[in-house]
């Protein structure tokens, strides 16, 4: 079974940056694919954006892109996610999840979650 433990989460002014790790108890090698959700308070949980293990192709949310970067270190085991520019907007719990080949995202795995508040 694959832990994934999220950090870097806290409290920044707008405009302030954060970058966000995810480090995995196994090799993310065996993914297909890993991502960054996130979920405001009163809000459904929604995509961030997600990078393609092997191939590096990365997508992105709209409201994240040229503002998020998404990378990961397989030598670390470790996903990350620079956040700059950050708005009030970005406030949320931000979640790591790994793409197993053959699942789906929620069949897959998720860590606990990262607390991210932006303050106006």
């Known amino acids: 079974q694959v832990q994934l433990v999220e950090s870097g989460g806290g409290l920044v002014q707008a405009g302030g940056s954060l970058r966000l790790s995810c480090a995995a108890s196994g090799s993310i090698g065996s993914f297909y694919a890993m991502a960054w959700h996130r979920q405001a308070p009163g809000k459904q949980r929604e995509f961030v954006a997600f990078?393609?293990?092997?191939?590096?192709?990365?997508n992105y949310a709209d409201s994240v892109k040229g503002r998020f970067t998404i990378s990961r270190d397989n030598a670390k085991n470790t996903l990350y996610l620079q956040m700059n520019s950050l708005k009030p907007e970005d406030t949320g719990v931000y979640y790591c999840?790994?793409?197993?080949?053959?699942?789906?995202?929620?069949?897959?795995?998720w860590g606990q979650g990262t607390q991210v508040t932006v303050s106006s």
């Open positions: 999840s790994a793409k197993p080949p053959g699942r789906n995202w929620e069949n897959g795995y």
């Open positions: 990078i393609i293990i092997s191939g590096s192709d990365t």
